[in-house]
């Protein structure tokens, strides 16, 4: 039966009409919504207003570098006190005036000198700028308080401060003491600003390792620290394990000596995946003694015993090849680790590997200058030679080595080294 159909014509007006009443209830629905609130922009953040007052501020606190071993004209002293003195373009005063601010700041949280590897530092510091060092900088000098938000950026150890008294009681003639202290405070600016209640405590010239503990010393130790030619690095890790009756693995550039390593002396050979290990078997004649207490790092230094027993009586202990000697280790692992477990491992000649629960923070670090126990700032040696290089670097120069003829090693001294690197040649492993 046929069916009419409509009109296309008729269809295509019925779906016109219908889109368009569609298109006017959007329309009001669009119209009754609520106009969008606009987001607030965040207020811009805060900027250093410098007039006379501030600039003055300002000048005081640069000054006051002079007291942390740092020169006040390094900080555009001179340009900030021509503009109160003689005035100048609000630009420029601005400009000058936050960019010497800003030095200042970084230099009292990071310290002068940048790049402390260049100097074989390597100990983790806190962030170099931190997020909110403009926003406090303008806080400091808006609120007249620069020089107090400043000095907070320093070093706050007993240890810094001991040095900065002294700085300032040593007369100016003392040359060698004073650029002792200037390095020795720079340093400082290097290292963390928390160090933690218990911790190593390895200070290169000294030749001492001290255990701390809650803020005190609770045991010191003599050691022997690397020989000038194989220095030891300044750095931070975390004891992880004890080992007693250590093997000793020798690292590959031991091997490209082409020495003999003979198997009285408890050497065997051993090969994994197609290369050859040599490696020592733990006894008396181990070149790491009866323990070694590891700490993980990038250059695999870490603290051990010795068989070289008579190193330890030298006044000039710096004889190893990087690692850290340390004289009667069982008694500081015993502080470290249950003193039952490591005697009970000492009783055996056989591998043990104590690993720690909780490591404990290692700092080997590099004080020229430190207080002693009375708290008075003792001059100590500077067996890397780097003093010179960093007042150098401090003042802006250029250093150049004095060139005078090498001393002679004492004979005890030099025999001392020849027993040594007979013994354990290197001990440290290359990374």
């Known amino acids: 039966m046929y069916t009419p159909r409509a009109p296309v014509g008729a269809i295509l007006a019925c779906s016109v009409l219908l889109l368009g009443a569609a298109g006017i209830a959007l329309m009001r629905v669009e119209r009754d919504k609520p106009a969008p609130v606009a987001a607030e922009a965040p ?7 410098w007039n006379a007052g501030t600039l003055h501020q300002l000048l005081v606190a640069i000054d006051a570098a002079r007291a942390e071993g740092l020169r006040p004209k390094d900080y555009r002293r001179e340009a900030l006190a021509a503009f109160l003195t003689r005035g100048g373009h609000v630009g420029e005063i601005e400009t000058t005036a936050t960019a010497a601010a800003h030095a200042l700041a970084g230099d009292y949280i990071d310290g002068h000198i940048k790049h402390p590897s260049r100097f074989d530092w390597h100990i983790e510091h806190s ?34 401060v001991a040095l900065r008294r002294a700085y300032a009681v040593t007369p100016p003639s003392e040359h060698a003491r004073r650029n002792a202290i200037r390095a020795s405070m720079e340093r400082w600016r290097w290292m963390p600003r928390v160090l933690g209640d218990d911790y190593v405590w390895v200070n290169v010239p000294t030749y001492k390792l001290q255990l701390y503990r809650g803020g005190g010393v609770a045991a010191e130790h003599v050691v022997v620290v690397g020989a000038p030619k194989t220095p030891t690095p300044q750095l931070s890790a975390h004891v992880a394990r004890i080992i007693v009756n250590p093997w000793w693995t020798l690292p590959p550039s031991v091997l490209r000596e082409g020495k003999t390593y003979s198997p009285a002396r408890g050497y065997v050979w051993q090969k994994i995946g197609g290369k050859t290990f040599v490696r020592q078997k733990p006894g008396p004649m181990n070149a790491l003694g009866r323990m070694k207490i590891d700490m993980p790092n990038a250059w695999a230094i ?25 004289q009667n280790i069982p008694e500081l692992a015993s502080k470290l680790y249950d003193p039952a477990a490591i005697d009970t491992a000492l009783q ?45 670097a401090l003042d802006g120069m250029k250093y150049r080595p004095p060139s005078r003829p090498a001393k002679p090693l004492p004979k005890a001294q030099a025999a001392a080294v020849t027993v040594n690197r007979a013994i354990d040649e290197p001990e440290r492993a290359q990374p």
């Open 127 to 160: 962030p170099a700028r931190p997020a909110t060092l403009d926003v406090d900088l303008a806080d400091a000098v808006n609120g007249n308080g620069l020089r107090d938000y400043l000095n907070g950026l320093l070093p706050t150890d007993p240890r810094y």
């Open 348 to 392: 055996t000649s056989t591998m043990k590997s104590l690993p720690m629960q909780t490591g404990v923070p290692v700092y080997i670090v590099y004080f020229t200058a430190a207080p002693n126990a009375e708290g008075k700032v003792v001059i100590y040696g500077d067996p890397y030679d780097r003093d010179a290089r960093m007042i150098a």
């Open 302 to 326: 870490y603290l051990h015993d010795t068989p070289a027993k008579s190193g330890f009586a030298l006044p000039m202990r710096a004889l190893s090849h990087g690692c850290i000697r340390v």
């Open 43 to 49: 207020p811009p953040p805060p900027k250093p207003h």
